[in-house]
């Protein structure tokens, strides 16, 4: 007997409606189906306490289901992931911040402003990576979220990745062109101490190669695809 047998007949055992068991587990009676049904899996919360709603254990439950231990397993390597992404982008952000700062003269970071560039560029690319395995595992972050984007128009019709890949030479360019128009009014500004100059031009220097990395890391991260 499959876990989804189990679920149904213990609650069939004890007389209940998938109604009752839903507003006891404080989910939908949609979930209550699709738990039965194997379409989902429970979380081990959520597994706990219907076990303990059931009154019964849980290595019966699980019992020869290859299928909710491989959910189980991705879960908790997907617990594991998830702390990790959360620190690069706190890392990112700071960076970000920083950087932005430094552009408009609040802060100084001297010759770290590289290293802060390469470090953040990795940790994206590390970012997107374990996206990916989650995505790969089955357990995809905020896939609601990003499921609803994907059906958007807008986000169909425009195809950003596709675009990015077919023409990454014009968009390096392009890039490259913005950055070193930002290091000529950000030189223009300094050559007439204007700091309104100095100011617009660090702004759109900056600008131009985050739009650049933003390339590469898109580019990288999907040069399989």
Not at 203 to 214: C, E, H, K, R, T
């Amino acid at each position: 007997m499959k876990f989804g047998e189990r679920l149904r007949k213990a609650r069939q055992d004890k007389n209940l409606t998938q109604d009752t068991v839903a507003k006891h587990m404080i989910v939908s009676r949609q979930t209550i189906s699709s738990w039965e049904n194997e379409k989902t899996y429970p979380d081990i919360t959520s597994l706990i306490k219907l076990s303990e709603y059931y009154d019964i254990s849980l290595d019966l439950l699980l019992k020869e289901d290859n299928g909710m231990r491989e959910y189980l397993r991705k879960k908790d390597l997907a617990k594991n992931i998830l702390p990790i992404s959360r620190l690069l982008i706190i890392m990112n952000t700071i960076f970000l911040i920083a950087i932005v700062l430094d552009s408009f003269k609040l802060i100084k970071l001297g010759i770290a402003i590289p290293f802060i560039l390469v470090i953040g560029f990795i940790n994206s690319i590390a970012m997107i990576r374990m996206d990916k395995l989650r995505e790969k595992i089955g357990i995809e972050r905020n896939k609601k979220i990003k499921d609803k984007i994907r059906k958007l128009p807008i986000y169909q019709k425009l195809n950003l990745i596709y675009y990015l890949k077919k023409h990454w030479i014009i968009y390096i360019v392009l890039f490259i062109l913005v950055s070193v128009l930002g290091n000529y009014i950000l030189s223009t500004g300094i050559g007439y101490d204007s700091s309104l100059l100095i100011n617009i031009g660090s702004f759109i220097s900056f600008l131009g190669m985050a739009l650049l990395i933003f390339l590469l890391i898109i580019l990288i991260a999907n040069r399989k695809s």
